[in-house]
């Protein structure tokens, strides 16, 4: 038995199913001569797009005839385009296209498993998206990049084979390694000898071979500008790619934001996404990246320390992103930072921060040079590999998405200005947006003849409206989670844990209170203490025994309190 590597096109007009598509007879023009029971593996493409494999000869041969059975027939229907491709994975584009050429058994047996699995779109590689990244170059040209392709694969394929050249045409990137590849293919014997005959044949027509490696070098020159070409996944999403949550506090930013994420990366999903928070001294180097100190072992074996690059979470995120994007997935990637405007964010995203203006794509408008730390340490192997020039300039790509909290009530916070925000979509989170859970969970507060039952939500509320006819603005007033929400809320039942909420709130919202949001109008709020509306701990004690008649009577007269029997915490 022996075994051969065919390949045929239908629409050439030499395939014809026979016998209920069970026997094809192809006319070659090769020297081979294959006979009854030795296997052939190739395709054939038809003119309707459909690919069927041939495996085996079923009769003696005839002069330059085969009677072939058909022992597979993978897909129907499958895009020729594609399955060209796959062709050209497995090494076919070597034979020509009129050619019956004998191979070894072993290879026979690899081509048929790589067929097989290449339906299934197992092959696929990184090589393989450059092709496809060079038809697309062809494409936009307005020319047909199939010829082209396929002859370079085919010329590619028949060199390595015989040893003139060490790599696939596909597998090189950089512009001077081509160059010379493209060198050995135009002073080979074959190469020379098929544009003699070629020529003789079609003086006027050109070779798509040449045409092919000229395109390339454009297409490799093209992609040296911006060596990182794999930005674009077409990920999309109903999300805003940069985007910001900003209210009063308590009012559900973070978890809002946290609940958008789960439904971005999944909920269970703890890979794909970092959380950092903000702070005066938080820096670029934070946040980015830079030199520091590591362990490591001397050539000794003695423990020493050494300096290298450490990436921060934004670098980090999109090392996540690039590597997904080259990998040609459709995922998405997510930088959470928490109060975005407690640091100075001039300072801290630095040049980053041009990085945040995307173009309809959701990409990066304007790209940034990095930094030699950069570079390097991105072209190292475990993270994206290349040389370090391959990252010249970087851009956020489209799977990439930035998203934050900002509560403009804090004191003491650094201001953005108009260039940076333009840059962000804003989602304001309303006072009363998210207190749903709040409702009906109430509380037992004050001590003796004081003792009473209120709503939480109710109270905040009728806090809030009293600042707001004082003139404070809503971004400082009471969101529903000001106190946690694991207090405000009880896992069962409507009653709040009296001890845990008196204590978050004394030390939350009287802190806050006082210390902040009244602080001009401390006499006012507290009109309900007997004592010293200066000090916060004698608010607090009075708390403790009076509940909420420490505030203004405007707010307590708008509550539905309800009085509680102090021996059996019942209501009256």
């Known amino acids: 038995m022996k075994y051969y590597l065919l390949m045929i096109h239908a629409a050439n007009g030499i395939l014809h199913d ?15 001569e294959p006979k009854k029971g030795d296997c052939i593996a190739g395709y054939v493409r038809q003119p309707d797009g459909q690919v069927r494999m041939l495996f085996e000869v079923t009769r003696d041969s005839d002069k330059n005839k085969l009677y072939l059975k058909k022992f597979m027939d993978i897909f129907p229907g499958v895009e020729t385009d594609g399955f060209e491709e796959l062709a050209d994975v497995t090494d076919l584009a070597e034979a020509a296209l009129e050619d019956v050429m004998e191979i070894e058994a072993g290879l026979y ?11 299934a779109g197992e092959n696929e590689d990184e090589e393989e998206g450059l092709r496809k990244q060079f038809e697309k170059y062809i494409y936009d040209s307005g020319k047909n990049p199939r010829l082209q392709v396929s002859e370079l694969k085919r010329w590619s394929c028949k060199l390595v084979g015989s040893g003139i050249l060490d790599k ?52 490799l020159l093209v992609l040296k500008e911006n060596k990182i070409n794999y930005f674009h996944t077409g990920y999309e999403s109903v999300f805003p790619r940069n985007r910001i949550f900003f209210g009063a506090p308590g009012s559900g930013k973070s978890f809002l ?18 959380r950092v928070t903000f702070h005066p001294d938080y820096s670029y180097a934070n946040f980015v990246g830079t030199y520091k100190p590591v362990p490591c072992k001397d050539e000794k074996g003695n423990d020493s320390i050494t300096y290298e690059y450490v990436p921060g979470p934004l670098i980090r995120v999109l090392i996540k992103a690039l590597k997904s994007a080259k990998r040609k997935e459709k995922k998405p990637f997510l930088l959470l930072v928490e109060e975005i405007n407690r640091a100075n964010t001039a300072a801290v995203f630095g040049d980053i921060f041009q990085l945040l203006d995307r173009n309809k794509d959701y990409i990066s408008e304007y790209p940034i040079h990095a930094s030699e730390d950069i570079k390097n340490y991105f072209a190292k192997p475990e993270i994206l590999g290349g040389k370090p020039e391959d990252y010249e300039q970087l851009r956020i790509p ?17 201001s953005m200005d108009t260039a940076f925000k333009r840059r962000w979509d804003f989602k304001y989170i309303g006072i009363d947006d998210n207190d749903s859970e709040l409702a009906g969970k109430k509380v037992v507060l004050g001590q003796s003849s004081f003792q009473h039952r209120v709503e939480w939500n109710e109270l905040r509320k009728q806090m809030n409206h009293f ?44 802190m806050y209170l006082f210390e902040d949001a009244v602080r001009q109008k401390r006499a006012v709020l507290f009109e309900g203490i007997t004592g010293d509306k200066t000090r916060y701990s004698g608010i607090c004690r009075e708390f403790d025994e009076k509940g909420v008649f420490i ?22």
């Open 168 to 219: 696939d045409i596909f597998h090189i990137t950089d512009v001077a390694e081509y160059r010379t590849a493209a060198e050995k293919i135009k002073k080979s014997d074959d190469y020379i000898n098929y544009k003699k005959d070629w020529k003789s044949k079609h003086p006027k027509s050109g070779l798509s071979i040449d045409q092919g490696m000229t395109n390339y070098e454009k297409f």
């Open 467 to 510: 600042m707001a006819d004082q003139g404070i603005n809503e971004d400082k007033q009471l969101g529903p989670y000001f106190i946690n929400k694991t207090i405000a809320v009880p896992e069962s039942g409507a009653e709040i844990d009296r001890e845990k909420f008196c204590e978050a709130f004394k030390n939350k919202v009287i």
């Open 109 to 119: 047996d690899e081509i048929k498993e790589r067929l097989v699995k290449g339906i």
């Open 551 to 572: 505030f203004h009577q405007s707010i307590t007269d708008k509550l539905h309190i309800e009085k509680v029997n102090s021996a059996d915490g019942s209501g009256t």
């Open 18 to 32: 026979t016998i209920a598509n069970t026997e094809i007879v192809y006319s070659y023009q090769g020297t081979a």
């Open 398 to 414: 489209d799977n990439m998405f930035i998203w934050a909290t900002m509560n403009s009530a804090d004191q003491g916070v650094f």
């Open 257 to 274: 934001m946290d609940a958008d994420r789960k439904l971005l990366t999944g909920e269970n999903n703890s890979t794909d996404y970092e």
